[in-house]
């Protein structure tokens, strides 16, 4: 059982930038890949970006270049680092995880970007 927490939500102006963290609750050398998706109204849950055990990443062509996805191997966190965030990029954030048992979901944290 992984357990996700996800903070750092909130609303930003466009253009603005906003950080959001996830605290995982083992090693997340444990874990395969960890990555941010988000689900805007009405639309599908998309992968933002993701990054492996070895510290590869990857991200959606809609937020390369303003989005970047990191780690704390020592704190068990990983960011998403969030620029020039765009009326589009509203939508709920949330940290997946997936290890060798499973994929575990975050709760979700609101990002909420107004034009």
């Known amino acids: 059982q992984v357990q996700l927490v996800e903070s750092g939500g909130g609303l930003v102006q466009g253009g603005g930038s906003l950080r959001l963290s996830c605290a995982a609750s083992i090693s997340i050398f444990s874990i395969e890949v960890m990555a941010w998706y988000r689900q805007a109204p009405e639309k599908q849950r998309e992968l933002v970006a993701g990054i492996s055990r070895g510290g590869t990443t990857n991200s959606a062509d809609s937020v390369k270049g303003r989005f970047t996805i990191s780690r704390d191997n020592a704190k068990n966190m990983v960011y998403l680092q969030m620029n020039s965030l765009k009326p589009e990029d509203t939508a709920v954030y949330y940290c997946?995880?997936?290890?060798?048992?499973?994929?575990?979901w975050g709760q979700g944290t609101q990002v909420t970007v107004s034009s």
């Open positions: 997946n995880a997936i290890v060798p048992t499973g994929r575990y």
